[in-house]
């Protein structure tokens, strides 16, 4: 099983750019959430997808934005970058658990650097 | 709503002594608490939880964690740490199918 994978590992940008970042999820899971970690902070919770559909969402602006494919692979993406938008952006995996607690698997991450 | 305080942004310990990684949430609900792990350049791993039942939980790496509802804590320890116990520690709830995480603590291991 190799678990959640994520790609690229790593990207730079420069201001005003679009950029995709890729997730597959681990095996056997159909829930695919997605986090921006900032230097120095924890992880913030950006979106969640669940049957293609976008289930839930953090508190970022529309710039980001996502899609889960029938496969449940899922793209994150985030247009008219601004320097802030530097971070790792973690993929996590899960079963949903609709009211029950699953346990969320993380990728290695993608570190975004915008110039 | 729902947050996570990690007290301790860094906390350097020499090798082989106990260390304690301090987490208080704040919620109006049941709380499902977690403690991950990130080792440099790498993503979270998953290191112990608590869902429901015994309020002691373990690893298997030797990292326990008590939950403790009337101090609203979750700390995490370890009587003995080793180099590679070296990471960032984060504590997180688990509410409404996703995950509200603390700022981190970075555990350093003096040899």
């Known amino acids: 099983d190799a678990g959640v994978t994520q790609s690229p590992t790593h990207l730079i940008k420069t201001r005003g750019q679009q950029v995709t970042l890729r997730c597959s999820p681990k095996?056997?899971?159909?829930?695919v959430s997605w986090y921006q970690q900032a230097l120095g902070q924890g992880p913030q919770f950006i979106f969640q997808?669940?049957?293609?559909?976008?289930?839930q969402r953090g508190n970022f602006p529309d710039r980001f934005s996502g899609h889960q494919f029938p496969n449940y692979s899922s793209e994150l993406n985030v247009n008219a970058l601004l320097l802030g938008d530097s971070a790792l952006y973690l993929c996590a995996s899960s079963t949903s658990g609709w009211g029950r607690v699953t346990e969320a698997f993380f990728g290695q991450g993608t570190r975004l650097t915008v110039v | 709503a729902q947050s996570v305080t990690q007290l301790d942004s860094q906390v350097p310990v020499f090798e082989e002594a106990p260390v304690e990684l301090r987490c208080n949430y704040s919620s109006s609900v049941s709380v499902y608490l977690f403690w991950y792990v990130q080792y440099p350049n790498q993503g979270l791993q998953l290191l112990l939880k608590?869902?429901?039942?015994?309020?002691l939980v373990e690893s298997i790496n030797g990292f326990e964690a008590e939950f403790n509802k009337s101090q609203t804590s979750f700390h995490l320890r370890k009587p003995s740490v080793h180099i590679s116990d070296t990471a960032e520690y984060f504590c997180a709830v688990f509410l409404g199918e996703k995950l509200t995480f603390g700022t981190g603590t970075r555990l350093t291991i003096i040899p």
């Open positions: 997808y669940y049957e293609e559909e976008e289930r």
């Open positions: 095996s056997g899971h159909d829930t």
């Open positions: 608590y869902l429901s039942g015994s309020t």
